[in-house]
Nanobody, 121 residues
Framework: QVQLVESGGGLVQPGGSLRLSCTTS????????MGWYRQAPGKQREFVAR???????DYGDSVKGRFIISRDNAKNTVYLRMNSLKPEDTAVYYC???????????????WGQGTQVTVSS
């Protein structure tokens, strides 16, 4: 089972930027897709972004146009560049190894421990 470690969270002012990183214990090249999710206090975990091994990218509606997901296979790392941050982006951000299940779609498998992002003035 692949292990995932997120980093890069912190406190940022509204309108600011952060870049999160997720490093895997194994070769990211062999993983079908890597996803970013987030969970705010009192809310369900929410899909943020996904990038497949083939480079296909998808974003949640709330972050389209502001967040950018990318991957560096040589470093076994996936990044989430977050721009124009808003207070409502405050959450614990998790990366996950996403798996494609027939009839269901992409489903997160292994999770990282999460990294806190707080957007506040």
């Amino acid at each position: 089972q692949v292990q995932l470690v997120e980093s890069g969270g912190g406190l940022v002012q509204p309108g600011g930027s952060l870049r999160l990183s997720c490093t895997t214990s194994g070769s990211i090249f062999s993983i079908d897709a890597m996803g970013w999710y987030r969970q705010a206090p009192g809310k369900q975990r929410e899909f943020v972004a996904r990038i497949t091994s083939g480079g296909n990218i998808d974003y949640g509606d709330s972050v389209k146009g502001r967040f950018i997901i990318s991957r560096d296979n040589a470093k076994n790392t996936v990044y989430l560049r977050m721009n124009s941050l808003k207070p409502e982006d405050t959450a614990v951000y998790y990366c996950a190894e996403d798996r494609l299940l027939l009839g269901t779609g992409w489903v997160p498998g292994s999770w990282g421990q999460g990294t806190q992002v707080t957007v506040s003035s």
